[in-house]
């Protein structure tokens, strides 16, 4: 059994900052679990262009507002507390914060813990080991 709160994760190397956002990473594929969670936080005003071609991943917000643009169909819908969306098409894509967001992420295969997105917006494929392959 894992039990950790928040507090546990804030200011250790599982809040990984990136210039958009920070997401503390609940749980890693080093914690034995098929799947990791994030609870991120996406900086008002900013726009992030992801691609995730490694995993699947479900986001669910929490708090704030903002817009996600499938780049694949152009297709824009609004974010906002209770909404959920699911990547299960590796979709291109872009999430643009009005104010700050806070989504709960899950990715499967379980992310290692300090992956940032690449020039194409996608985190690599990397073992518990280090070892990448995306």
């Known amino acids: 059994m894992i039990v950790r709160s928040l507090d546990d994760i804030v200011d250790t190397d599982r809040d990984v900052r990136a210039p ?3 997401s503390r990473r609940l749980l890693l594929a080093g914690d034995g ?7 991120t936080v996406l900086h008002a005003g900013s726009s992030t262009k992801m691609w995730y071609r490694n995993h699947l991943e479900a986001v669910y917000c929490i708090e704030g507002r903002g817009a996600l643009h499938d780049l694949e ?19 291109r894509h872009v999430l643009d914060a009005d ?23 996608t985190y690599p494929l990397l073992s518990a080991a280090g070892e990448g392959s995306g």
């Open 73 to 91: 169909t152009d297709e824009i819908h609004r974010i906002e507390p209770g909404v959920l969306y699911t990547l299960d098409g590796h979709e």
């Open 99 to 121: 104010t700050d967001l806070r989504m709960i992420c899950v990715f499967t295969p379980a992310l290692v813990g300090d992956e940032v997105h690449d020039a194409d917006g």
């Open 33 to 39: 679990t098929p799947f990791s969670m994030h609870d």
């Open 20 to 22: 958009t956002f920070h």
